[in-house]
């Protein structure tokens, strides 16, 4: 059985109509637990004190499926892990999200799963009833008494960025933000940071929302085919998300000496008309700043403009369905 789950997202994508539940153990120190397709726990065999002090980690990718890199990232770490050359001090439940869709090479197979992780969701669609699979068992994960439960979800944009990596902070109805979480995210070679000011439907948000997990959407780059990404890119999220496993604590940089870049949602767009159309190049990269007036989207009866001198666009993307975001605009921060 080991052998098998050695390239875990090959075992899951092979699994998809016929998953059997599996547990097993890698070792003396640590089994491995399937309960769902494309879902692998890792659990420690610890005492309850040893496990009050450690820590419930989810990583999660492919939740769009083209988003090919964060899952060539994690499906490795799975693999050294099943091999023992990866050790794991904490709980760590590892997620491939939409299978049918990376199977398809496409971001959804019939509607974006990362806008579907809220209880109130009455579509019967393959990536609703997956949204709902995977809240449950991010819900069960989070039940245990740990000293800590985190959730980093990785994706890749659909077009570049002029800040190459970032990562969005759901919002967290005006807790004060974790400065610990962004030097964390720094040491990743995340120096990006969005703030959000709604709750989304996004699995990061839903993790942060519904069970007080330190959160974030972490965008690594540009969406490419699998085996075109430049894994060297990866080098510091990879070695400090091991870390993250493989050691009590993480040895951070301080917040102050951090280079980090906070921007704060302004405008939140959401198409209404068939005839949305956005009103800049359409290779135009993440962040690029407006002067205050400029026209950024226009449909029937509205016609959006920059508020604020240097506000910048984020994710634009003029095609998705009436009634869901078409484009964040952004302002730099200070927290």
Avoid at 48 to 65: D, N, Y
Avoid at 162 to 179: H, Q, R, T
Avoid at 299 to 308: D, K, N, R, S
Wanted: with cysteine; charged share 20%; hydrophobic share 40%.
């Amino acid at each position: 059985m080991l052998s098998e789950l050695n390239n875990f997202l090959e075992f899951s994508i092979h699994n998809q109509t016929a998953f059997a539940p599996f547990s097993i153990n890698i070792n003396k120190q640590l089994k491995a637990v399937g309960n769902a397709v494309g879902v692998i726990e890792f659990v420690p065999f610890q005492s309850q004190a040893e496990q009050r002090k450690s820590k419930s980690i989810v990583l999660s990718c492919g939740v769009h499926g083209n988003e090919t890199a964060p899952i060539e990232l994690l499906n490795n770490m799975i693999t050294d892990i099943i091999n023992a050359d990866l050790e794991v001090q904490h709980n760590v439940l590892f997620i491939i999200g939409n299978l049918p869709s990376i199977s398809g090479e496409t971001r959804f197979v019939e509607e974006n799963l990362n806008r579907l992780f809220h209880y109130d969701a009455k579509n019967d669609t393959l990536e609703a009833r997956r949204a709902n699979e995977l809240m449950q068992i991010v819900s069960a994960f989070f039940e245990r008494k740990t000293k800590e439960r985190l959730h980093y979800d990785l994706h890749t944009a659909i077009r570049p960025s002029k800040n190459e990596k970032f990562a969005v902070y759901p919002f967290i109805f005006g807790k004060p933000y974790d400065k610990r979480q962004l030097a964390f995210l720094s040491a990743c070679d995340i120096n990006t940071i969005l703030l959000s000011q709604a709750p989304t439907g996004t699995f990061s948000c839903y993790s942060s929302s519904q069970h007080n997990a330190h959160s974030f959407t972490m965008e690594l780059g540009k969406v490419m085919p699998f085996g075109e990404n430049d894994m060297k890119k990866f080098l510091a999220i990879d070695k400090t998300l091991r870390n993250l496993i493989s050691a009590q604590d993480v040895r951070l940089p301080k917040y102050e000496e951090c280079p980090l870049e906070i921007y704060n949602v302004n405008q939140t767009i959401i198409k209404q008309q068939e005839d949305f159309a956005l009103h800049f190049d359409a290779d135009a990269p993440n962040f690029t700043a407006f002067p205050k007036g400029s026209v950024l989207a226009s449909e029937t009866q509205h016609v959006y403009h920059a508020q604020i001198d240097g506000e910048a666009i984020v994710f634009p993307n003029a095609d998705v369905p009436i009634g869901q975001r078409a484009l964040l605009t952004v302002v730099p921060y200070e927290i």
